[in-house]
């Protein structure tokens, strides 16, 4: 995860849980993401983690990048 965004390029969102598989953020916060300071950008993220795995989901990897 990056400071600032969690996001790994793999933007595909869960139909059962509402959650991205690749960052754990929901639709609603991926929107208004950009709105956020960064107080609240750290507490969303803080919070990924155990929303993934209490919703069993696991993390995928990120894209590589091409050359």
Do not use: N, Y
């Amino acid at each position: 995860m990056s400071k600032e965004t969690p996001c790994i390029a793999v933007c595909m969102i869960d139909p059962r849980t509402e959650l991205c598989f690749g960052c754990g953020r929901t639709l609603p916060e991926i929107a208004c993401w950009h709105k956020m300071d960064s107080a609240e950008r750290i507490a969303v993220m803080a919070q990924l983690p155990a929303r993934m795995a209490e919703a069993g989901l696991e993390r995928m990897e990120a894209h590589p990048k091409r050359a």
